[in-house]
RNA sequence: GCGCCUCUAGCUCAACGGCAGAGCAAUGGACUCUUAAUCCACAGGUUCUGGGUUCGAAUCCCAGGGGGCGCACCA
């Protein structure tokens, strides 16, 4: 059976039944479509057939009948999987579905490999995250969830250039680790020989933008950090940074309510969400509160900057926080405020002024001392963002670079590094500046309603596959030394045969 | 890294110390309005691996492997 090269589609699923709604049961358009997708469902009635056509728009019934169906014993034959196209005329059965009623069709892919169950899909993970594309065939949501998060970030660039910012690229390799506390993945570049650091975030690269006069800039940048994986964290994942300059932190309390209520909106109709069983409103203005006051509020105890070391240290035992030996007044005061009030801030809530300890790039707040302008968006019980009015001293920045280095030499390897480029750039003036980074995959997850990050990655982070074998093959395989290499070979093609599938209601998005 | 849970047919799951099963998929057949169509027939297994206990192990124990969740780190 010959594979055509090209197909001509006339009509998705979706316009199928957009332009034909209104068609009487029983009743026949008199117009021709051609429509393609795969064959999900299939039922036979002796010489009349029914098939669900599914493509990324829907789902539209295929009718075929002996008495005008081209090859209709062929068609009965198909496996379920199969990628078909199919011409005929728009009707709506006496039953009601709407269908077209098939004159000629041709297989445009066979499916060697079945999707499975066709009504429960399929749950194993191993198969749901290495073999996406079965998973989005066949578990119902999985397609539509993908392309939500497709639109959030389409819709986010479209509404911050309406803002007046602009949208740049900066560099993934980064001579120096900055622009966040975080473990760094490291690679060498042989031609210049030199060891580079994949970004932790682009923050440095985009603040240089606004000295050199982008005074609206943002990057939609994919970032690595080199930690653990868990529901919430991927070491690949894709972090929104917005900079406006003559902006503040609370311009950018502004922007970031404005951005989470405008995608909600555009996206699901409404800022009123469920989240995890709970509900969410992300309509604006977010309840604004200091992280000492929450502190209070949450931990029951006042604490201060300005305190003495000891007494902050007898809080945290009392609170069971535990600290070390050289962490300052300001990181025990974020270590109670991570470790008791956080988790239950269900928010949306801006956590305001954060200690300058643990602060290294925001400024001094205009009025509390030993403090900076800076706030973390939380929602559900997580850091949704982190935005500071920015530093702008030059010498106030090395300073703070400085203490970052020192925390490095003694042995902290999430602390900063002096970047005397960034440095450079800001003597050479940056004017007063808002900065923002969003956990667009938690947005995501948000407005999904999905309590894994996973569930929104495409391909997230797995440990590799073996010979294209997983799990118990893997350990067979291995077991089994005495094997020839062939014969490996040979049982990682049978054990990919695990195939998967299911029903799917039309995920129209 | 530590703790808990889990692994049975292509998929989803039963059987919980006594003959390893069902639904779906696949295969063969019946059926001119189906909707997870229905009906009949047929086929499908190293119960993750290795060891142990037992008259007898998918089931209990030990070790290893895969996966999930939680903790820790972090966004």
């Known amino acids: 059976m010959a594979i055509p090269y090209r197909f001509e589609v006339s009509a998705s699923a979706n316009e199928v039944h957009r332009r034909h709604g209104g068609l009487a049961d029983g009743e026949e358009s008199g117009q021709g479509v051609t429509v393609a997708g795969r064959l999900m469902l299939r039922r036979e009635q002796g010489k009349l057939a029914f098939g669900t056509l599914r493509d990324w728009t829907g789902e539209v019934q295929l009718f075929a009948g002996a008495s005008w169906t081209g090859d209709f014993a062929g068609f009965t034959g198909l496996p379920l999987g199969t990628w078909v196209g199919a011409e005929g005329e728009v009707v709506r059965t006496r039953r009601g579905e709407l269908s077209v ?240 009030t956080e988790g239950q801030l269900w928010g949306p809530v801006f956590v305001c002024d954060y200690p300058k300890e643990v602060s290294p790039l925001a400024r001094d707040h205009r009025s509390q001392p030993g403090m900076v302008e800076r706030f973390e968006g939380i929602v559900a019980g997580r850091e949704l963002c982190n935005a500071f009015s920015e530093l702008v001293d030059p010498d106030e920045q090395r300073a703070r670079f400085e203490d970052q280095a020192r925390q490095k030499a003694e042995g902290d390897i999430e602390a900063m590094a002096v970047d005397e480029p960034y440095l450079r750039a800001l003597e050479h003036g940056l004017p007063p500046t808002g900065g923002l980074g969003i956990g667009m995959d938690r947005l995501v997850m948000l407005l999904t309603g999905t309590e894994s990050i996973r569930d929104i990655l495409l391909f997230p982070t797995l440990r590799p596959e073996f010979f294209g074998l997983t799990g118990h093959d893997k350990a067979q395989a291995v077991d089994s030394s005495s094997r020839s290499a062939g014969t490996i070979a040979e049982d990682a093609a049978q054990a990919a045969d695990s195939v998967v599938t299911g029903t799917v209601p039309p995920d129209v998005v």
């Open 101 to 340: 009623k098939v004159a000629r069709w041709q297989v445009l892919a066979e499916a060697r490999r079945g999707f499975g169950d066709k009504w429960r899909g399929v749950s194993d993970p191993e198969v749901r995250l290495r073999q996406r594309e079965v998973d989005l065939w066949a578990n119902e949501g999985v397609r539509g969830r993908m392309l939500l998060r497709s639109r959030a970030i389409s819709l986010t660039r479209r509404w911050l250039e309406d803002q007046g910012f602009v949208e740049v690229e900066t560099p993934v390799f980064h001579p120096v680790q900055g622009g966040a506390t975080a473990k760094p993945f490291t690679t060498h570049h042989n031609a210049l020989d030199v060891d580079l650091f994949l970004r932790i975030a682009p923050e440095l690269y985009l603040k240089r933008l606004v000295v050199g006069g982008f005074e609206r800039v943002y990057e939609i940048a994919r970032v690595f950090r080199n930690e653990g994986l868990s529901t919430r964290h991927n070491p690949e994942f894709t972090m929104l940074e917005a900079y406006a300059a003559y902006w503040d932190y609370g311009d950018m309390m502004r922007l970031t309510e404005e951005l989470a209520a405008h995608l909600a909106t555009e996206l699901l109709g409404t800022t009123s969400l469920t989240y995890a069983g709970r509900d969410l409103d992300l309509a604006p203005p977010w309840r604004r509160a200091t992280l000492v006051d929450l502190v209070a509020e949450h931990a029951g105890v006042e604490v201060d900057v300005g305190m003495d070391i000891g007494q902050l240290r007898g809080i945290c035992d009392d609170h069971g926080v535990p600290w070390k030996e050289h962490d300052g007044p300001g990181k025990l005061i974020l270590e109670l405020y991570e470790k008791t």
